[in-house]
């Protein structure tokens, strides 16, 4: 195996597969660095993920609390799932996470923040979008909570208030951090510089159809 970066002084000359789970596999690169050193990297290869923030027109925002047992808290989040549907856009899979976990549907859509969760060991990427004009879903499409699922619970806060929260650290989840903070900055500009809901994603192209 044998794979160049994006500006060539990378390159990943070996790859050793040591997990496979259901979100994620677990592998060990061998890097050559510029230097042409080799050193052995650690990489989480993350399937992705979407959130949403659902805004009201009273500029509350749509959050859940959920257990996550990796730290052993609830936290508070976005709605938000996993890109496990084989072939389904991105922008279709978080109408469904905020169909199913907030029971809501959105009439506007745009793509609020992109980010990768933690680039040092994982190619997680997350697309967070900004969904108003929000009305109970006509149905949940079948959907059963399971699992920790069985215990979130919904809320509304005002995005000046959560402003806040992130910053007296009551709020650490990183895709809400990041989702609260931007749309913190997007209200301010009257939400004219977000770009479309069908936007690149250049971390995920795959779940962003071409425009016909």
Do not use: C, K
Request: glycine share 8%; hydrophobic share 45%; net charge negative.
């Amino acid at each position: 195996m044998s794979s160049a970066s994006e500006d060539g002084r990378f390159s990943v000359v070996g790859s050793e597969h040591v997990h496979s789970g259901y979100a994620f596999d677990v592998r060990v690169d061998q890097v050559r660095m510029p230097d042409g050193a080799v050193a052995a990297r650690d990489v989480i290869d993350h399937i992705g993920a979407v959130g949403v923030l659902a805004m009201d027109e009273d500029d509350h925002v749509v959050l859940v609390r959920q257990y996550r047992p990796a730290i052993g808290i609830h936290l508070t989040e976005l709605p938000a799932g996993l890109l496990d549907q084989a072939g389904e856009p991105a922008l279709q899979t978080a109408q469904r996470e905020l169909r199913e976990e907030a029971a809501l549907a959105a009439a506007h859509w745009q793509t609020l923040v992109d980010m990768y969760t933690s680039p040092g060991m994982s190619n997680e990427a997350i697309r967070i979008y900004l969904a108003r004009g929000l009305s109970p879903a006509a149905d949940l499409g079948g959907f059963e909570a399971e699992h920790e699922e069985r215990t979130m619970q919904v809320l509304r806060q005002p995005l000046h208030v959560l402003v806040g929260m992130v910053l007296a650290g009551d709020i650490t989840n990183g895709p809400a951090v990041a989702a609260i903070m931007a749309a913190e900055v997007a209200r301010r500009d009257g939400w004219t510089g977000l770009r479309s809901a069908t936007a690149p994603w250049p971390a995920r192209p795959d779940r962003v159809p071409d425009p016909a």
